[in-house]
């Protein structure tokens, strides 16, 4: 960002410094020392970002209420679509009474379990920070259970070994 007197220059728009009218390509035709010749200096911005999912603006969230309540809803939406491509199963159940697999009811709980837990944790935050943490974390966006540890192979126990009959002499 350009600076001369306190203001801030934009590129492509005209200027006037100590009476003399500068056009608007002039900030693009000039070097450096050209520019610091008639005391323009070159200042970081200072530009700052916030997520707009939970903030109006810098240091300015949203309501975390209505927050909690639109997050909460994705999660059950989320979970609705993942329930969806078995539902069939349910209902030729109810109709029926066609068994559903064991594994389609094991998933179809895993993803009702996700959905309660997510939904708690949104309920539990206290503030949209914690919010913002818990949502953009990976717990929030993981819908499959964590693959079981490995367990470790079990060390061999070392076989003794004969020792020889002592001999007398």
Same mark, same amino acid.
């Given at each position: ?17 100590? %009476? ?5 390509n002039w900030l693009r035709l000039t070097t450096l020392e050209e520019k610091q010749a008639i005391g323009i200096t070159e200042v970081a911005d200072?530009? %700052?970002?916030?997520? %707009? ?19 909460? @809803? ?18 030729? %159940?109810?109709?029926?009474?066609? @068994? ?70």
């Amino acid at each position: 960002m350009l600076k001369l007197d306190g203001k801030t220059l934009q590129y492509d728009r005209a200027f006037t410094h100590n %009476q003399i009218s500068y056009p608007a390509n002039w900030l693009r035709l000039t070097t450096l020392e050209e520019k610091q010749a008639i005391g323009i200096t070159e200042v970081a911005d200072t530009y %700052q970002s916030w997520d %707009q999912r939970f903030y109006w603006g810098v240091d300015n969230p949203k309501d975390l209420d209505q927050l909690k309540e639109l997050w909460t @809803a994705k999660v059950k939406e989320t979970a609705g679509t993942l329930l969806s491509p078995t539902d069939w199963y349910v209902v030729r %159940q109810a109709e029926n009474s066609a @068994a559903v697999p064991a594994a389609v009811l094991s998933r179809r709980g895993e993803i009702r379990n996700f959905s309660n837990v997510k939904e708690a944790a949104i309920a539990a935050c206290s503030d949209v920070p914690e919010l913002v943490a818990y949502v953009t974390g990976s717990d929030y966006s993981r819908w499959e259970p964590l693959p079981p540890e490995p367990t470790p192979e079990p060390t061999p126990e070392p076989t003794p070994t004969e020792t020889p009959a002592a001999t007398e002499e």
